[in-house]
């Protein structure tokens, strides 16, 4: 099965303010990873290693989910201008 592609970059947002487009680098940084691992779990998955993959897959979950809890709750709260 072949690897979806994209020509978007998220760096391509860029606004001209420097706090803001560092954090699109980083995020573009960030993704970038992320993807090369989701392709390189997809090419052990089609050469059969099918326990691997599910580790991955868990070990991925737990990320998002740590993630989720402290950095974007973090974020979203100075977002909202709530306290820590």
């Not at 090369?36 to 989910?65: H, M, N």
Request: aromatic residues 10%.
């Amino acid at each position: 099965m072949p690897v979806a592609s994209t020509d978007f970059r998220h760096d391509a947002l860029l606004v001209g303010f420097k706090p803001i487009d560092d954090l699109h680098r980083e995020f573009q940084d960030i993704l970038d990873a992320l993807l090369e691992s989701v392709s390189d779990a997809r090419r052990r998955f089609d050469g059969g290693d099918i326990d691997g993959t599910r580790k991955y897959c868990a070990d991925l979950l737990e990320w998002f989910a740590l993630h989720a809890r402290t950095e974007d709750l973090e974020l979203a709260n100075f977002l909202k201008g709530s306290p820590q």
